[in-house]
């Protein structure tokens, strides 16, 4: 869609993929109310959004709650309004199925760490929301692409996580909850997941304050829980 990708740069974002709704398929309301058509995922690949966010945070007289979510919504919300979109995010409720969206929009499939392994982002990307459309869109559909957890031969990731949380089988996240909660978490506190962390795709890694603002929201995140 002519604009909209330039749109999104401006902040630091890139389209994430899409795809349309199939005739009879399930899909939330666009932006007329009736089932959208089509949806592009909107999100980030390294640390393209951290300056954007910053300098929006820093201008902030009082930082909201959540100002991740408050920035997302804020950004892609103006877009969507741009261009006769409906926008929908991956931390509000009703929840949708954005795993699921953007295993099917990009191809991508779950690394041990749960977290969707990126060819060119390795685990360093995150998706900040979705634009919903009341027509189809042209949307380039992904080509198989390589997953490099079969590639990998040392699988740090699981080597590397100290609660043993990181297993071929699946990633236990009450277990990793009980060890960022307990006083031997505090390595996985202070520099973040040391299991992400232990990666050789590490080319678009976050940086250190980046990094931390993630862990100390995860932190936040299981003592509401």
Avoid at 44 to 58: E, K, N, Q, R, Y
Wanted: charged share 20%; net charge negative.
């Amino acid at each position: 869609m002519t604009g909209l990708e330039d749109a999104l740069a401006q902040r630091g974002l890139i389209p994430r993929g899409g795809f349309v709704f199939a005739e009879g398929e399930a899909a939330p309301p666009g932006p007329s109310g009736t089932p959208a058509r089509s949806v592009m995922l909107v999100g980030h690949g390294g640390g393209t959004i951290w300056p954007h966010f910053t300098a929006w945070l820093d201008a902030e007289a009082e930082p909201p709650a959540d100002p991740l979510d408050a920035w997302s919504r804020e950004i892609i919300g103006g877009i969507a309004d741009r261009f006769a979109a409906r926008a929908v995010y991956p931390f509000e409720k009703p929840w949708l199925p954005f795993q699921q969206w953007a295993t099917r929009a990009e191809g991508l499939r779950p690394s041990p760490l749960g977290i969707l392994m990126h060819p060119r982002f390795g685990l360093w990307h995150a998706y900040r929301g979705a634009l919903l459309f009341d027509v189809e869109i042209p949307i380039q559909q992904p080509a198989n692409p390589i997953h490099l957890c079969d590639l990998c031969a040392g699988k740090d990731c699981m080597k590397s996580c100290p609660a043993e949380a990181v297993s071929s089988a699946d990633f236990d996240a009450k277990t990793c909850a009980s060890w960022l909660r307990s006083g031997a978490g505090e390595r996985c506190r202070s520099g973040g997941c040391l299991a992400r962390a232990a990666c050789p795709h590490d080319a678009y890694r976050y940086g250190d304050a980046q990094a931390g603002f993630h862990m100390a929201a995860r932190i936040r995140s299981l003592e509401e829980t």
